[in-house]
């Protein structure tokens, strides 16, 4: 089992900058892949950007140049700063473990994220 807690989430203005947080405990040794995913109001969620435990990134198309995830080991903690915040990017962002050489993997409650003026 592997638990997830994000913070971070809140209002900002276009233009301006954000960084989320998640926390992991459990079986962590377990986790291959983290990841932010984000839905928006009417829209599937999809991936905004991933992190291997070999610290390779992903990225989508529409946040690159824009976003940087990075993680912490000592803390299991995996970050998301969000620049440059559009519109566009208000939605819940949920954190993502997936587990080595299983199907198997969680989610944490999600984070408001709500760029406006």
């Known amino acids: 089992q592997v638990q997830l807690v994000e913070s971070g989430g809140g209002l900002v203005q276009p233009g301006g900058s954000l960084r989320l947080s998640c926390a992991a405990s459990?079986?962590?040794?377990?986790?291959?892949?983290m990841g932010w995913y984000r839905q928006a109001p009417g829209k599937q969620r999809e991936l905004a950007a991933s992190?291997?435990?070999?610290?390779?990134?992903t990225y989508a198309d529409s946040v690159k140049g824009r976003f940087t995830i990075s993680r912490d080991n000592a803390k299991n903690t995996v970050y998301l700063q969000m620049n440059s915040l559009k519109p566009e990017d208000t939605a819940v962002y949920y954190c993502?473990?997936?587990?080595?050489?299983?199907?198997?993997?969680?989610w944490g409650q999600g984070t408001q994220v709500t760029v406006s003026s």
């Open positions: 459990g079986s962590i040794f377990s986790i291959n892949v």
């Open positions: 993502n473990a997936k587990i080595r050489l299983s199907p198997e993997e969680y």
């Open positions: 992190i291997t435990s070999g610290s390779r990134t």
